[in-house]
């Protein structure tokens, strides 16, 4: 079955410091894998998407992720970061053909200044 | 623009009423999906349809309905509301064989 772990329930940063937020995913094949974002009372937003391009992937706002079989992870970084950038992280893997989605438990990103 | 709007954005009611919230979506897409978010859960899945008259059971259906009717619409319905269904519920769309979701602005329900 697929799934992941968010390693971090909470990441505190300075503002302009770096920002990496871990995930490790399980599937039994090659997956999809994203990481959405969810501000305050908001929706969730799509950040980026890997889909067995690129293993690299760039997203929105600064944001990248790298996809790394051998570690069976998915981190995201940032390398700087922004007050605006303080939100809910969700790291997500696609569940097979199905076009569901697995959801990991999220990471909460405090940016001070 | 192309979006996806549910209703109502807060809903208070008491164990044991039924509630609907409603779901619309103008992306055309054939995928709906609704779910709830706790903290220490992230998003689980409770329905989900792939067209109309198309529906199946996530990982946490028990007392809950769905219906589609047409392409745009998933109401979601509780049949007899409980303070366990106190959450937060999020409808998201996707095209079939495409997994990226787009999803709704949220309802906050709680149930007294």
């Known amino acids: 079955a697929q799934s992941v772990t968010q390693l971090d329930s909470h990441v505190s940063v300075s503002e302009g410091t770096p920002v990496l937020l871990r995930c490790n995913y399980s599937?039994?094949?090659?997956?999809?894998l994203f990481w959405y974002v969810q501000h305050p009372n908001k929706g969730l937003q799509l950040l980026l998407k890997?889909?067995?391009?690129?293993?690299l992937v760039k997203g929105i706002n600064g944001f990248e992720a790298e996809f790394k079989k051998s570690e069976t992870s998915f981190h995201l970084t940032k390398p700087s970061a922004h007050m605006s950038d303080a939100a809910e992280y969700f790291c997500?893997?696609?569940?097979?053909?199905?076009?569901?989605?697995?959801f990991g438990t999220g990471t909460r990103l405090q940016v001070f200044p | 623009d192309a979006e996806i709007t549910q209703s109502p954005r807060h809903k208070i009611t008491e164990t044991g009423r039924q509630v609907t919230l409603a779901c619309h979506q103008t992306?055309?897409?054939?995928?709906m999906f609704w779910y709830r978010q706790d903290l220490g859960h992230g998003l689980r899945l409770i329905h989900y349809s792939y067209g109309v008259q198309d529906t199946n059971k996530g990982e946490v259906s028990d007392g809950y309905s769905v219906s589609r009717s047409n392409t745009e619409d998933l109401p979601l319905t509780l049949e007899s509301a409980a303070s366990s269904q106190t959450s937060v519920y999020f409808c998201?769309?996707?095209?079939?064989?495409?997994?990226?979701?787009?999803f709704g602005p949220g309802t906050r329900l709680t149930v007294l």
């Open positions: 599937s039994s094949y090659s997956p999809s």
């Open positions: 992306w055309n897409h054939n995928n």
């Open positions: 997500v893997v696609s569940d097979g053909n199905t076009d569901k989605l697995i």
């Open positions: 998201a769309s996707s095209e079939t064989g495409y997994n990226e979701q787009f």
């Open positions: 890997y889909t067995s391009a690129a293993t």
